[in-house]
């Protein structure tokens, strides 16, 4: 115990957290932006307080809502506070560090990638917790008209905290991916509203289940009287806080050797998280069966294995492996074998992937499909599940191939990922675009009568879980091929564009531009025994 | 205590590094020289473990910088050639971070703190806010950081780049205190008279290449081994070349105008035969000059002014 102690003492004595707290709270901006932002939510609750009050004064409510009313203005205000000043607060934690040159020296200490961002992650909750102790006053306004207990508003700040922490998380990673403050201030911006409006997209999914509310942001100001609802929330919250945790850690991490592992484990862990946790809706929620349930979630995990992987785990690819396949070259000068190229880990990396893949398959067969497959009131069959699961396979690993493809040619990182989200968002719009474009005109024709919507992953999946009939399934499999067949194609040109680099860096390396004007031989041994004399220079003497 | 061997480094296409070895024993200062953009930087960056090699692997203190980068990282003092203090920290505040970031104890911090700025000579402005120091203060500051582990390697890049005379002087009796401490100390620049002072071992890098590594003087004897004079003649000396034609210990003899430049194989003692031959054939010698061979020279004869 005395142990736990002091391990968690020394987590907390972050020298990290030192110097943020001397450096950023001794700021005159840091106390004007603190002051003016305190007095907006204070305008902001007394507002709705007045209209509250004015309200109950003519018989519109009771005392009880009056007060509930103030306290969700309040949440809701700090809510929105929170994702205002938090992301511009974070932005500067690496890019800052970066921007001012200290990075280097600060990598090169004895701190690990991993207590840097711990130590920006607790100033950034210190910073947080100043700022919701410093609301309490406002809400204690809610106790005047009651409706509103203590539990409540400690829940509710817990809430609110976790949120806060959330978003600096993601906004620290976002931060250690640039130099430059500024563009790292837009990118968190942009990140942190797209994960707002992206909470309501497993509603395109369910039917008739929505799960907007099971989101980063999905119950500020209500839901706090559902238990499985916050349960369900802070589970999100800890997945995605773990996932840009990771992610801010390997962006910290000068080499980009190993790298890959934790994002890979991390992929094996949430898998099983987030099965479990679309189990547990299907369980507990209310639905017309809890097979039928169960059975739209398994499509749902199916679905989600392209979520999640994709930018957990594909989208780092072109990252990984823009450092390493020049690395992997060089071993093939000794030992060529191209199919190793696939995968920057080597053997090792196959391995974890395949892992990966077999757990999360294996999971939701066992968890989801089997036990319930005899008692679905609907007609849906084993063959839906496994032409959903054989399309998300086969979605994964094509993409997974125009990533490598990518990653073998000269462009920078930045334009390599860039144009990963065009393919994938252009197929995710375009088989819509154009069923809309043959649609319209045409009286009584829905999107959907066009199969061509099933090639689009969101088109099969919608299809898929309203038990599809022959000519959907049809389109389908043409979905499918059309992903074999990527991979096929691009597995068959990374082997000959793999073979393409190799060659030309024999050539670059035989031609060297030194050779023209041979330079001093060495004079001296150096360490390790036998001078090395530059390739194709002139004898010693000249 | 540092070996780098057949050391590659690509930026794209672009080769930075090509087969970069040497080695530096403990208690050397080795001055790692060369023009702009040879791949001083790069070659420091790999052992400071902030970059990782393409190919070849590099050891400091018997410990991989790309396998054991935190093993690495203990033993090593890193000073980068452009750096940045945190803004609204002392002097004091600065340092007391990096001791906190070496992992050294709370209780200790404040001494080690204050011994590093003894030695720097901070301690005058130890509460003042590091961001408004001067340019040569702020070296000081960063060197100052760069000793706080009390490191076995410093590791640092173009130290005295950007300073005035008196700070770089001052930076150089710095540095040379800590060799006398038995640091082993790799310092880039290309500003060679002040490593001349400094260094006991050379590296030349030019385009990539390690043109020249080792012991200075053993360098500049494989280059030339002949000691060169300069003779300065007064009055009409003729052609005086020909009164020491085979001439015991003299490999070459030229004479512009009123100097002549003689090489010997040998000690200074032929030269001593050279000026008695020549007053001896009445010719006035005003004054013998031996040419000082410094690190300037090894680098001009040594590269040849490519550009990577």
Same mark, same amino acid.
């Given at each position: ?11 907390l ?6 110097k ?16 003016s ?17 004015a ?87 809610g ?11 400690l ?24 130099s430059s ?39 500020s ?26 992610g ?20 094996m ?7 479990m ?42 990252i ?27 053997r ?17 067969l066992?968890?989801?499909v ?13 063959a839906t ?12 690993v ?22 990963l989200?065009a393919?994938?968002?252009?197929n ?6 154009v ?18 919507v ?44 793999a073979?393409?680099?190799?060659d ?14 041979p ?8 360490a ?15 | ?11 794209? #296409?672009f080769?930075?590094?090509?087969d970069? +070895? ?38 400091v203190a ?9 093993a ?14 945190y ?16 992992k050294?104890?709370?209780?200790k ?9 003894e ?14 120091? +001067?340019?040569?203060m702020?070296? #000081?500051l960063c ?33 040379k205190?800590l060799? #006398? ?7 880039? +620049?290309?500003i ?10 050379v590296?030349i890098?030019?385009q ?9 003087k ?6 030339n ?17 020909a ?8 490999? #070459? ?43 300037e ?8 002014g490519?550009?990577?």
């Amino acid at each position: 115990m005395k142990r736990i102690a002091i391990k968690i003492a020394k987590l907390l004595a972050s020298p990290i957290l030192t110097k943020e707290l001397r450096a950023t709270f001794r700021k005159w901006l840091f106390f004007w932006i603190f002051t003016s932002t305190l007095g907006l939510a204070t305008i902001v609750i007394l507002i709705t307080a007045f209209a509250a009050y004015a309200s109950g004064a003519h018989g519109g409510l009771s005392a009880d809502r009056i007060g509930m009313g103030i306290f969700a203005g309040l949440t809701g205000t700090l809510s929105v506070l929170m994702i205002i000043l938090i992301p511009g607060f974070c932005a500067a934690f690496i890019s800052g560090e970066r921007a001012a040159q200290s990075y280097d020296m600060l990598i090169t200490s004895s701190l690990k990638p991993w207590e840097i961002v711990w130590g920006k992650t607790l100033t950034a909750g210190a910073y947080i917790a100043t700022f919701l102790l410093a609301t309490l006053p406002l809400a204690a306004m809610g106790f005047l008209y009651g409706g509103v207990t203590p539990g409540q508003i400690l829940l509710a700040y817990l809430h609110l905290l976790a949120t806060g922490m959330l978003i600096a998380v993601i906004s620290i990673c976002v931060s250690g991916m640039f130099s430059s403050v500024v563009a790292s201030v837009i990118v968190n911006y942009i990140v942190v509203i797209g994960i707002l409006i992206a909470q309501s997209l497993p509603a395109l999914w369910t039917a008739g289940y929505s799960l907007i509310r099971y989101g980063p942001f999905g119950m500020s100001g209500g839901g706090l009287d559902e238990p499985l609802l916050v349960i369900i929330n802070w589970l999100i919250y800890a997945i995605l806080l773990i996932a840009f945790y990771i992610g801010a850690v390997n962006k910290v991490k000068p080499f980009a050797a190993n790298r890959s592992t934790a994002v890979r484990v991390y992929s094996m862990c949430v898998t099983a998280v987030f099965l479990m946790l679309i189990m547990g809706i299907g369980l507990f929620s209310p639905g017309p069966t809890t097979a039928d349930m169960v059975y739209t979630l398994t499509l749902v995990a199916v679905g989600g294995t392209a979520g999640l992987f994709i930018p957990f785990y594909i989208m780092l690819f072109p990252i990984e492996q823009n450092r390493q396949s020049v690395r992997i070259l060089h071993a093939m000068y000794n030992k060529p074998r191209p199919l190793r190229l696939f995968y920057p880990g080597g053997r090792t990396g196959v391995q974890f992937t395949i892992a990966a893949v077999a757990v999360w398959y294996g999971l939701i067969l066992a968890l989801g499909v089997f036990p319930s497959m005899d008692s679905l009131s609907h007609d849906a069959h084993m063959a839906t599940v496994l032409a959903a699961m054989a399309y998300a396979a086969a979605f994964l690993v094509s993409y997974a191939l125009i990533g490598f493809l990518l990653s073998t040619t000269s462009l920078p990182q930045w334009s390599s990922r860039t144009i990963l989200f065009a393919i994938l968002l252009s197929n995710m719009i375009l088989p819509w675009f154009v069923a809309l474009m043959t649609s319209i005109g045409e009286t009584g024709r829905s999107v959907q009568d066009s199969g061509v919507v099933y090639i689009s992953p969101v088109g099969a999946m919608g299809a898929l879980n309203r038990s599809p009939d022959s000519k959907e399934f049809g389109w389908i499999a043409v979905s499918i091929i059309f992903h074999v067949a990527i991979v096929v194609v691009l597995g068959a040109i990374a082997i000959a564009r793999a073979a393409v680099i190799r060659d030309r860096h024999m050539k670059a390396m035989a031609a060297m531009p030194l050779n023209d004007q041979p330079p001093v031989p060495l004079l001296v041994p150096v360490a390790g025994g036998e001078p090395r004399i530059p390739p194709n220079a002139p004898p010693a003497g000249i | 205590m540092i070996q780098v061997r057949n050391l590659w480094m690509y930026f794209g #296409r672009f080769a930075a590094l090509r087969d970069v +070895s040497f080695h530096v024993k403990q208690g050397d200062v080795f001055g790692f020289i060369g023009p702009n953009g040879a791949g001083k930087t790069t070659t420091i960056r790999i052992l400071a473990t902030l970059l990782e090699p393409t190919q070849g692997r590099a050891f400091v203190a018997g410990k991989c910088v790309v396998n054991h980068p935190e093993a690495v990282r203990s033993v090593i003092g890193y000073m980068p050639d452009y750096f940045g203090v945190y803004r609204g920290l002392t002097v004091r505040e600065y340092l007391d971070f990096f001791a906190g970031a070496y992992k050294i104890e709370r209780a200790k911090r404040p001494k080690v703190v204050q011994n590093v700025m003894e030695l720097t000579d901070l301690v005058q402005i130890a509460d003042k806010d590091a961001a408004t120091l +001067s340019k040569g203060m702020k070296q #000081r500051l960063c060197l100052a950081k760069t000793l706080i582990n009390d490191p076995k390697v410093l590791i640092l890049d173009e130290p005295a780049a950007g300073l005035d005379p008196r700070a770089r002087i001052e930076l150089r009796d710095l540095i040379k205190e800590l060799a #006398r401490m038995g640091k082993t100390i790799l310092i880039s +620049s290309h500003i060679l008279t002040e490593l001349s002072d400094m260094c006991n071992t050379v590296g030349i890098i030019e385009q990539g290449q390690m043109l020249v590594s080792g012991d200075i003087k053993s360098i500049m004897a494989s280059i030339n081994p002949y000691i060169k004079f300069n003779i300065k003649l007064g009055g009409q000396p003729g052609n005086v070349t020909a009164h020491l034609a085979g001439m015991a210990g003299i490999v #070459r003899a030229e004479q512009t105008d009123n100097t002549l430049v003689v090489e010997v194989d040998g000690d200074e003692s032929v030269v001593g035969v050279v000026v008695q031959t020549l007053v001896g054939r009445g010719v006035m010698v005003l004054g013998v000059e031996r040419e000082q061979r410094n690190l300037e020279h090894l680098f001009m004869h040594i590269t040849q002014g490519r550009l990577a």
